[in-house]
């Protein structure tokens, strides 16, 4: 998604579940996105600079207090958990002659928090109870679960075994669990404040049975090592278990759950080595979640579906949950040649994610958070072709199938230092309560740089203001991130009367837009922001300095440039990279005109003898543009937005680009005639129910630097909604 994406602690997720590129969804499954598609707006950032310091109360649940909890109704929820399994399997040669081959393999539980790999999942549910006067309760559950996944591991919930045969040589075989459910009734027993239940029904799973030929050759096929098969196969089965739920505030419970899963042998054709390969399935999985009742203020669901549903938080734990769709179309336009990384023309793409906001309060000022997100789709010719990508809700990363991935889980400490009183209401990633002017803030652990540097109440969010990625951000700000935009690191502020001070250092990925972090911390980024808020005629603004220095392998054009010489062929930026600095500093402004309109304005510069590392190719860029609430013409919460963004690179990585080189999103092959990228981008923002729709425009001149491409228009429609 977007990089700047604004966007459980398993301890504590019985009383709150967690809650940019890929991103995301070519078509939903199972009307998936939809249930959080309704739930009402707010538009906030998902890591917020202001940090609430209410007192934590122990823990006493208002509806437990309640005597008799009312749990007839439909509800809505939605959970997250660990899974583990096992497969056995066997696999027979058609035309060997011989018996079949037969084994056995595990889906093991595994965790790397700095790879964002694991045996954990995230999924939506709904239902129906009925409890009788004895205080028996029926009721019926629907749910559908996403585990996680990357580019290298396409799906962590797998297993596999490699075996050895002289009827098919050395081959690994493997299955992987795309995504699951399962429809259930459930039987329990109601009690004063808690629900205790046994559930069962029917299940279903989505696999990849996968054939991987490492050495040698099967008998009757024709499978050459190296040779990989894969099959996808649906298969039905079983699911039984137990569960506790109990009442939090209002018509919010959170639930406990173990879940047990089996299906039956079902096979597949690996045709490659004309071979029959069948298996069967089981999965046993912990999962706990929250549930919403329709019901009180939301009486019938019609009701609910226009309002969505009331906040989630209590004095110790809060939830919280947003949903994104977004569909971008690029016309034919002028395209001679093309490269590896050019945006290709007459193309259409679609991203959605469903993201889940949990926290709790641990002591005074102090904050944990968690945020696992469901991913699905891709941005235009998979995220590259142009250094402003007009999708900030789009990942360099794609999927075909939804997948879940732990986004952030962070600790944020803060201290009060005196000064006004500041009221701090309830949003993403933010408890209610006070804060003090004058404050020490303190943020550790997984997270985007952006959440807390070069923030704009104007132009950050790709959910509900602008999307182009160098409009939202400062296109110089190459931030320590991997392909999703989040890293491993701490950040500190420190709010004294006008100004505040952060500074931070990061993590970076292993290399130069790569997936993974670097497990040593051997590579990071030093950031530093100074802020200065004022008022120019009782209108409120601010503007802030930002600068990084990045530490890394990276490579430098020149030396790219010479050794294609010396060798041929394009210039290779990998061969040359050596632990080296890069850095940057760029403005960002902010300032209100008049009640209900803003200004924004960004410029920054960078190295540009060195490859960018982590966000886009851009060495200099200047943004500026201006929001306009619907106030202005009695539409209190339509918002218009136009902007604008020149992005720059230097003579010498244009000579780069012209040698055939490949930047992080751009390189066409060539570029004989390079020129500045110009950017235009307009929306227009709207309620629909409980849900915003967005239209936007924006028009690239010479995407990817390219004067012989283009210009390029790009139409969007969005739909975000957020509780």
Not at 79 to 97: F, M, Y
Not at 673 to 700: A, C, H, M, R, W
Request: glycine fraction near 12%; charge should be neutral.
């Amino acid at each position: 998604m977007l990089w700047n994406e604004y966007h459980l602690s398993f301890t504590y997720f019985s009383v709150g579940v967690t809650g940019r590129v890929m991103k995301r969804v070519s078509k939903c499954v199972g009307g998936t996105w939809i249930v959080l598609a309704k739930c009402s707006v707010a538009i906030a950032g998902d890591l917020p600079v202001n940090l609430p310091v209410k007192a934590p109360l122990p823990f006493v649940s208002k509806a437990a207090e309640v005597t008799g909890y009312d749990w007839n109704g439909w509800y809505v929820g939605a959970h997250a958990g660990v899974i583990r399994g096992s497969s056995n399997w066997s696999a027979t040669p058609p035309g060997a002659g011989g018996p079949s081959l037969n084994g056995s393999f595990g889906l093991p539980f595994n965790f790397d928090f700095m790879g964002g790999t694991g045996s954990y999942f995230a999924g939506l549910q709904g239902g129906y109870n009925h409890v009788f006067p004895s205080r028996v309760m029926v009721g019926f559950e629907v749910d559908v679960t996403f585990p996680n996944s990357d580019v290298q591991v396409p799906f962590s919930v797998r297993g596999s075994q490699r075996v050895t045969s002289p009827l098919i040589g050395e081959v690994t075989y493997g299955e992987a669990v795309i995504h699951y459910g399962s429809a259930r009734a459930r039987l329990g027993y109601a009690f004063e404040h808690f629900l205790l239940y046994g559930t069962g029904g029917l299940a279903w799973t989505y696999n990849q049975a996968t054939r991987d030929q490492v050495t040698g050759f099967p008998v009757g096929g024709f499978a050459t090592p190296g040779t990989v098969d894969t099959r996808l196969l649906w298969r039905l089965g079983w699911a039984a278990g137990a569960g506790i739920e109990i009442p939090l505030t209002g018509n919010w419970t959170a639930k406990a759950e173990y879940l047990s899963t089996g299906f039956g042998r079902k096979g597949v054709t690996f045709p490659a080595a004309a071979e029959m390969f069948a298996s069967d399935l089981a999965m046993q999985s912990v999962r706990l979640g929250v549930n919403y009742r329709i019901g009180g203020d939301n009486a019938h669901i019609s009701d609910f579906m226009a309002k969505g549903p009331s906040a989630l938080e209590t004095d110790r734990v809060a939830f919280h949950a947003q949903a994104t769709y977004v569909n971008q179309y690029a016309p034919p336009f002028r395209a001679p040649y093309s490269g590896q990384n050019s945006l290709a023309p007459n193309i259409g793409r679609e991203t959605a994610d469903v993201t889940l906001y949990a926290g709790v309060r641990l002591w005074k000022g102090a904050e944990a958070w968690v945020n696992p997100e469901i991913d699905q789709g891709f941005g235009l010719s998979k995220s590259v072709g142009a250094a402003g990508f007009p999708s900030g809700e789009a990942y360099k990363v794609g999927a075909n199938y939804p997948y879940t991935r732990l986004h952030r889980a962070f600790l944020r400490q803060t201290i009060d230092l005196g000064g006004e009183v500041q009221k701090v209401d309830a949003g993403l990633n933010q408890f209610s309560g006070s804060q003090t002017s004058d404050r020490l803030v303190f943020t550790v652990g997984k997270f985007s740089v952006g959440d807390i540097f070069d923030t704009n109440k104007y132009a950050h969010d790709p959910r509900v203001d602008f999307m182009n990625w160098t409009i939202i951000d400062t296109g110089t700000f190459d931030y320590a991130a991997d392909a999703w935009a989040y890293t491993v690191g701490a950040a500190g502020e420190w709010y004294q009367g006008p100004w505040t001070l952060r500074a931070g250092l990061f993590d970076l990925s292993i290399a130069p837009n790569a997936t993974h972090l670097d497990s040593q911390f051997g590579q990071f980024q030093w950031v530093g922001e100074i802020e200065r808020r004022y008022a120019i005629w009782d209108q409120p603004g601010k503007i802030a300095i930002s600068g990084f220095l990045t530490r890394g392998r990276m490579g430098s054009f020149q030396d790219a440039i010479q050794l294609a010489a010396v060798n041929g062929g394009p210039a290779d930026i990998a061969a040359v990279r050596r632990y080296q600095s890069r850095g940057g500093i760029s403005m960002n402004l902010e300032q209100q005109l008049i009640p209900n309109v803003g200004l924004f304005v960004r410029a920054g510069v960078a190295d540009g003898s060195k490859e960018p590392y982590e966000f886009t190719d851009v060495d200099r860029t200047v943004a500026a543009g201006l929001s306009i609430s619907g106030k202005q013409w009695g539409r209190d919460n339509d918002t218009f937005g136009i902007a604008g963004v020149v992005n720059g690179i230097s003579g010498v990585h244009q000579a780069f680009l012209n040698a055939g080189g490949l930047g992080i999103l751009v390189g066409d092959g060539k570029l004989p005639n390079p020129g500045s990228e110009k950017i235009f981008e307009t929306y227009y923002s709207f309620p629909v129910f409980s849900t915003k729709v967005t239209l936007d425009y924006q028009l690239i001149a010479n995407p990817a630097y390219n004067r012989d491409r283009g210009p390029v228009s790009v139409l969007s429609f969005r739909v975000h909604s957020q509780y």
